[in-house]
């Protein structure tokens, strides 16, 4: 009989999560299609001219693909991880005050270490700080909306911020975005930048976005919530929201622009 690779378990789903290959040299993990969703959603209105018409073509890595960048705790401000205090110019920001924390791993549940996750938001009214952002909601003074980390020895990151708020969107009649966190994650190679969005537990919005009813498999959505985790809340001050970014294996977490891994 030949002797079967051990199960391991995802720390976060407990669950056995099976043993997959090593990487091999010069390349990236094949991308897994049925969890994504469709390119041309009719739902999802802007995805009906931004999908292509064209069967998609597989290039060969080269070196510029699978090398760099290379990041360091000296690239970091002290106030990177802090979007409360990061843009503050006369007082905190309103709204809800929230820690983000997780681990980046690998498909066998071990830290990536040194991995630059950055994230970026709306404020508690559900404006970003952006230019082409007309939404009603007022402009926070005191809230940037955008932050930075880097993953300790055991993948682990944390940052403070504002919860952000839920905000209309001119998809069809009253389509609403639930409230989310973008997060950026760079890995050993340009083409590893991964980008994906983070929601919260409990929000009435998630079931009904147009954008989140693309994704097929519920798993891979059920993925993308961030549960309450008040053993890390701070008492009189912030509640904790925990989320893990698994990176490849059946259990990965859903990335938009998914260009490497599965």
């Known amino acids: 009989m030949n002797a079967q690779a051990p199960a391991l378990r995802d720390p976060r789903l407990n669950r056995p999560e099976p043993l997959t290959p090593p990487l091999g040299d010069g390349g990236f993990f094949q991308r897994d299609r049925s969890i994504h969703p469709p390119a041309h959603a009719p739902g999802y209105k802007s995805?009906?001219?931004?999908?292509?018409?064209?069967?998609?073509?597989?290039?060969?890595?080269?070196?510029?693909?699978?090398?760099?960048?290379?990041?360091?705790?000296?690239?970091?401000?002290?106030?990177?991880?802090?979007?409360?205090?990061?843009?503050?110019?006369?007082g905190d920001p309103i709204g809800?005050?929230?820690?983000?924390?997780?681990?980046?791993?690998?498909?066998?549940?071990?830290?990536?270490?040194?991995?630059?996750?950055e994230f970026w938001q709306a404020n508690a009214g559900g404006r970003y700080r952006h230019k082409k952002d007309t939404y009603l909601a007022p402009i926070d003074p005191n809230f940037g909306g955008c932050g930075r980390a880097l993953t300790d020895d055991t993948g682990y990151y944390n940052f403070r911020t504002v919860k952000p708020g839920p905000y209309p969107w001119r998809n069809y009649v009253n389509s609403w975005r639930p409230a989310h966190i973008h997060f950026s994650v760079f890995g050993s190679g340009f083409a590893q930048r991964l980008i994906t969005q983070m929601y919260f537990e409990g929000d009435p919005l998630i079931p009904i976005c147009p954008i989140l009813t693309t994704i097929p498999d519920k798993d891979a959505l059920d993925r993308l919530v961030a549960p309450l985790d008040l053993n890390a809340s701070t008492p009189f001050d912030s509640l904790a929201y925990r989320f893990d970014i698994v990176l490849r294996g059946q259990r990965s977490t859903y990335f938009e622009n998914r260009t490497a891994g599965n």
């Open 47 to 90: 995805s009906v001219l931004r999908s292509p018409r064209q069967a998609l073509l597989s290039l060969e890595n080269s070196i510029s693909e699978i090398t760099g960048p290379v990041f360091g705790h000296n690239d970091l401000g002290p106030l990177d991880n802090d979007l409360i205090r990061n843009y503050a110019k006369d």
């Open 96 to 117: 809800e005050r929230i820690v983000v924390h997780g681990r980046v791993v690998d498909e066998t549940g071990r830290g990536v270490p040194n991995t630059l996750v």
